[in-house]
Nanobody
Framework: QVQLVESGGDLVQAGGSLRLSCAAS????????MGWYRQAPGKQRELVAT???????NYGDPVKGRFTISRDNAKNTVYLQMNSLKPEDTAVYYC???????????????WGQGTQVTVSS
């Protein structure tokens, strides 16, 4: 079984920075794509950023130029560096892993528990 463990969510002031981490645990051979999604109250879950095994990245428009996603394949860990934070970035941030290969599965999808990020004015 695979579990995603997140850390780094906090309360910060506008203009500040925050770094989120998410580690996938279990006997994992590879993960095709890792990413971050967020959901604000009353809104649908939206893409923040994704990164594949070759370190190709994709960002949602609201965070381009401010957030940076990276991964450590040896540790099966994905990071999200969040700079110049705005109040509209306030949301629950979820870590995700797609195309996970283990002894017991192929191409499975896993999600973290979510971590709260709150940006005050």
């Amino acid at each position: 079984q695979v579990q995603l463990v997140e850390s780094g969510g906090d309360l910060v002031q506008a203009g500040g920075s925050l770094r989120l981490s998410c580690a996938a645990s279990g006997i994992i051979f590879s993960i095709d794509v890792m990413g971050w999604y967020r959901q604000a109250p009353g809104k649908q879950r939206e893409l923040v950023a994704t990164i594949n095994r070759g370190d190709s990245t994709n960002y949602g428009d609201p965070v381009k130029g401010r957030f940076t996603i990276s991964r450590d394949n040896a540790k099966n860990t994905v990071y999200l560096q969040m700079n110049s934070l705005k109040p509209e970035d306030t949301a629950v941030y979820y870590c995700a892993a797609f195309g996970v290969r283990t002894t017991f599965s192929y191409g499975s999808q896993y999600w973290g528990q979510g971590t709260q990020v709150t940006v005050s004015s």
